[in-house]
C-alpha cells in the first residue's frame, strides 16, 4: 500500500517536472536573447567606463586651463593698471608744469602792462609791446592743452574703472571651474557604481565654500544700483517681519 | 581724518578702489585679502575708521566680517560699505540685515562710490 502511495507521488512529481521542463523549452529563446543582450551590453558598458575615465582624465586640464586664464587675465591687467598709474602721474607732472608756465605767464602780462605805463609815448615800443601782446594770445592754446591734459587724465581714470571687468570674469570663471569639478564627483561616483576600480586623477576636489559669485555681470547700465539704492532707502521703513518674509 | 580697510581678495579690484579714494582726496589706506585678515588689521590698527569690502572671498567672507564687526563691542559702529557683484534683491537684504551702512553693485562708477561714502559719513 505505502510503496502504490509512494509511486503515485513519484508520478506526480515527475508530472510537474515535465510542465515545467515544458516551460523551460518556452523559456529558452527569451533566455537565448537575454544572453545576447548581455553580450552586446558588455562591451557597451565597457565603452561607457572608458568614456568616463577619459573624460574624467580631461576635467584637472580644463581646471588648469582655466586658472592659467585667470592668472594671465589678472597679470594683464595688474600690467595695464601700472602703465595707466605711471601715465596719469606723468599727466599730473606736465599739467603742473603747464599751470607753472600759465601763472609765469600771468605774471609777465602784469609786469608789461606796467612797462606800458611806466615807459614815455615812443612808436617803436609800442609797436614791439603790440607784438608781444600778440604773443600773448598763446596762452589760450596753453590753455587748451591744460584741458586736454584733463581730458586724457580722466580716460586713463575710467580705463581702471573699466578694468573691473577682469574681477567679474574671475568669478564667472571660478564659477564654470565649481561646474567642471560638479561634473568630475558625478562621474567619480559613476564610475565607482559600474566598477570596482576608482578612477585617478581625482585631485580636483570640491570645497563646500563658494568664494565667487556666480551670477556676477559686467552691467553698467546702473539699473541693478538703482535696485539697490530703493532697497537700502526703504529699508528703514523695512519692518523686520518684512526682512524674515524674505528669508522664509 | 578718514583711514579706510580696504578689503577684497582681488589685487585688481583693491587698486581700483584705492585709485578711486585718492581721486576723492582720501590718502589713508590699509589693505586685507580676505575678511581674516581684516580683523587682524583691526585689531592692530585703532586709526581704521572706514570700511569698505567685497563679499565673496576666501577664508572669511566679506558678509561674515560684517557681522563679527557688528558683534564686536569695541568695533560695531565701523560704517561699513559693501562693494560686491551680488546683485539680487535677496542678497542686498542679507547684507542690510547684517548691519553694513551701504551697498554698491560692481562694476561701480567714481561717483556712486563718492555718494555712497558721503552718505554714510552724513548719517554716522
Known amino acids: 500500500m505505502k510503496t502504490s502511495e509512494n509511486m503515485n507521488q513519484l508520478f506526480n512529481k515527475l508530472d510537474e517536472l515535465k510542465i515545467l521542463f515544458g ?4 523559456l529558452i529563446p527569451i533566455i537565448q536573447s537575454l544572453v545576447d543582450f548581455m553580450k552586446e551590453i558588455v562591451p557597451f558598458m565597457d ?7 577619459e573624460s574624467n582624465s580631461k576635467i584637472p586640464k580644463a581646471t588648469n586651463q582655466i586658472n592659467k586664464v585667470t592668472e594671465a587675465t589678472e597679470l594683464a591687467t595688474t600690467e595695464i593698471l601700472d602703465i595707466v598709474d605711471m601715465m596719469s602721474e606723468h599727466i599730473s607732472n606736465t599739467a603742473e608744469m603747464l599751470n607753472m608756465i600759465i601763472d609765469r605767464d600771468r605774471k609777465k602780462s602784469e609786469i608789461l602792462q606796467k612797462i606800458k605805463s611806466a615807459v614815455p609815448a615812443d612808436k617803436q615800443i609800442e609797436k614791439l609791446i603790440e607784438e608781444y601782446e600778440k604773443l600773448e594770445k598763446d596762452k589760450i592754446a596753453l590753455n587748451t592743452i591744460g584741458d586736454s591734459l584733463q581730458k586724457i587724465k580722466n580716460d586713463a581714470y575710467n580705463i581702471t574703472m573699466s578694468l573691473q571687468v577682469q574681477d567679474i570674469t574671475s568669478q564667472q570663471l571660478s564659477a564654470v571651474k565649481h561646474l567642471i569639478g560638479s561634473v568630475q564627483m558625478r562621474l567619480i561616483s559613476l564610475n565607482n557604481n559600474l566598477n570596482e576600480a576608482s578612477l585617478e586623477n581625482t585631485e580636483l576636489k570640491l ?6 559669485d556666480a551670477n556676477a555681470d559686467y552691467l553698467k547700465s546702473g539699473e541693478r544700483q538703482e535696485m539697490a539704492d530703493s532697497i537700502i532707502s526703504g529699508h528703514n521703513s523695512t519692518s523686520q517681519k518684512e526682512i524674515d518674509k524674505l528669508f522664509s | 581724518m578718514l583711514k579706510f580697510l580696504v578689503v577684497d581678495d582681488s589685487v585688481t579690484m583693491r587698486r581700483i578702489v584705492l585709485n578711486s579714494l585718492r581721486n576723492l582726496g582720501y590718502n589713508e589706506f590699509v589693505e586685507a585679502n580676505d575678511g581674516r585678515e581684516a580683523i587682524e588689521k583691526l585689531s592692530g590698527d585703532s586709526q ?4 569698505i569690502t567685497d563679499w565673496n572671498m576666501p577664508v572669511v567672507s566679506g558678509l561674515e566680517l560684517v557681522k563679527a564687526i557688528r558683534g564686536s563691542e569695541k568695533l560695531s559702529k565701523l560704517p561699513i560699505l559693501m562693494v560686491t557683484t551680488r546683485g539680487i534683491k535677496e542678497d542686498i537684504m542679507e547684507a542690510l540685515q547684517a548691519k553694513v551702512n551701504n551697498y554698491i553693485i560692481k562694476p561701480f562708477t567714481p561717483a556712486v562710490l563718492k555718494e555712497k561714502i558721503e552718505q554714510i559719513l552724513a548719517t554716522n
Open chain 1, 207 to 212: 570645497t563646500g565654500e563658494h568664494s565667487f
Open chain 1, 23 to 26: 516551460r523551460g523549452i518556452k
Open chain 1, 47 to 53: 565603452n561607457i567606463t572608458q568614456s568616463i575615465a
Open chain 2, 48 to 51: 581704521i575708521n572706514f570700511i
